[in-house]
């Protein structure tokens, strides 16, 4: 049995801060970081499942 992938191989942009909710974010790092510029926070944000089952 081959492995699957999993996830994108590319990140798509955070459009706000998950905890100030300001919009002024810059990528940060090489692994899908992100860094607010308001509340000086870095974050990442990953997808864990859309609720769709598979048949």
């Not at 955070?14 to 100030?20: K, T």
């Not at 926070?41 to 859309?50: D, E, K």
Request: glycine share 12%.
């Amino acid at each position: 049995m081959e492995d699957q992938p999993t996830g994108r191989a590319r990140q798509l942009p955070v459009f706000f801060c998950p905890y100030c909710g300001d919009e002024e974010l810059t990528p940060h790092g090489d692994g899908g970081e992100w860094r607010c510029a308001a509340c000086l926070r870095t974050f990442t944000v990953r997808l864990t499942g859309t609720g769709v089952q598979q048949p």
